[in-house]
């Protein structure tokens, strides 16, 4: 998987990088964003633009953080690759331990 979104994007969302995406692969769950690791073409264009720099080529994303790898994963064990998020819109799961975090402060 190249691109991955953390935990700077939890309960923000400024959705800047789904704009940028060419290949419409960012999906948006209840508390954040999500790439689809099979449809992301690892182009990088939602890096620079993320304003939390949440977004992070896998092997880049900080230690503390690295849980979200996986969670950018399992997001899609039941929504498959749909080939593109929006014809999904914006979908009411998060993977549990994103929907089990406490709020987070905007800034």
Known sequence: MPYIIA???VDVKDKACIEECPVDCIYE???MLYIQPDECVDCGACEPVCPV??????DDTPDQWS?????NVDFFDDL???G???KVGKTDYDVPFIAALPP???E
């Open 7 to 9: 935990e700077p994007c």
């Open 84 to 86: 593109g998020a929006t």
């Open 67 to 71: 849980g979200y790898i996986n969670a």
């Open 104 to 106: 987070m402060a905007n």
């Open 29 to 31: 769950g209840n508390r």
């Open 80 to 82: 498959g690759s749909p």
């Open 53 to 58: 720099e949440a977004i992070f080529y896998e």
